[in-house]
């Protein structure tokens, strides 16, 4: 039988992984669309369904899912304390990226994720400072839930909620679709989400890769698009 201390360690651990994966943390992620708007104006992108192959690929074999195996190794280096990682790891996923604009976005949401963080729980700032500037998205959201102390899967399933959630909605405005398909396709990949996590977890250092060639030609082509909604 739970005591009522578990019970509330258990729904506070519940609430900062609400406020994590909110659509209202002030990060920015809601002004990007991560190449979506360029495929939507060449049709690549026109409808619930290509929407939805597309955002499986991104899942499968995609940069979201390299991103989710770094929030696991910055996640674990912030618990061990391990500064000289989360610096290293910091800096392998900027090299990483492949076009300066998916580059740009998750520096600046690290930024100020970061910044949020330093001010709501002043004690994270040296692990903050150990990894240095620019600090990447996945680093700084795994730094922040380790500190707080919520269970990785939780914390990895919050991350790509957030992610999905974010893309579906651009989905919404650019193709359009009706808010109702964005959340039956919302319910639709729930268990990819949980079979992505079980995947990405169990990784190996030397299997990090991914195969994103279609979101990086998106991602420069949307630098210069005549007409856009969304900053990337």
């Known amino acids: 039988m ?14 900062r992984l609400l406020q994590l994966a909110s659509p209202t943390l002030p990060v ?7 190449g979506l708007e360029t495929l939507v ?8 369904d290509s929407l939805k192959q597309w955002l499986t690929a991104e899942l499968k074999y995609g940069a979201i899912r390299l991103e989710t195996a770094i929030v696991v190794r ?15 790891w910091n800096v392998w996923l900027s090299a990483a990226r492949e076009t300066e604009e998916l580059r ?3 520096w600046q949401m690290g930024r100020s994720l970061s910044q949020l963080m330093s001010k709501l729980q ?29 269970q990785i899967q939780a914390v990895l399933l919050g991350y790509l909620q957030s992610w999905l959630t974010n893309l579906i909605a651009a989905g919404i405005k ?18 990819l989400l949980i079979e992505t996590i079980k995947t990405v977890i169990e990784l190996e250092d030397d299997e990090l890769s991914c195969c994103s060639l279609g979101l990086s030609l998106a991602s420069m082509t949307h630098e210069t698009q005549y007409s856009r909604l969304f900053r990337s």
């Open 104 to 106: 740009n976005s998750s």
């Open 74 to 88: 910055s996640y674990k280096c912030a618990s061990a304390g391990d500064c000289q990682a989360l610096y290293d």
């Open 122 to 150: 002043p004690q994270v700032k040296p692990l903050i400072e150990a990894v240095g500037e620019p600090c990447n998205y996945a680093i700084a959201f795994g730094v922040a839930a380790a500190f707080w102390q919520i």
């Open 28 to 34: 920015g992620a809601y002004s990007y669309s991560e």
């Open 174 to 191: 650019l193709i359009p679709l009706g808010q109702t398909t964005g959340q039956q396709l919302l319910v639709e990949f729930q268990p």
């Open 41 to 48: 104006e060449v049709n690549t992108i026109h409808d619930r």
């Open 2 to 15: 739970r005591t009522e201390d578990e019970y509330t360690f258990n729904n506070n651990n519940l609430l």
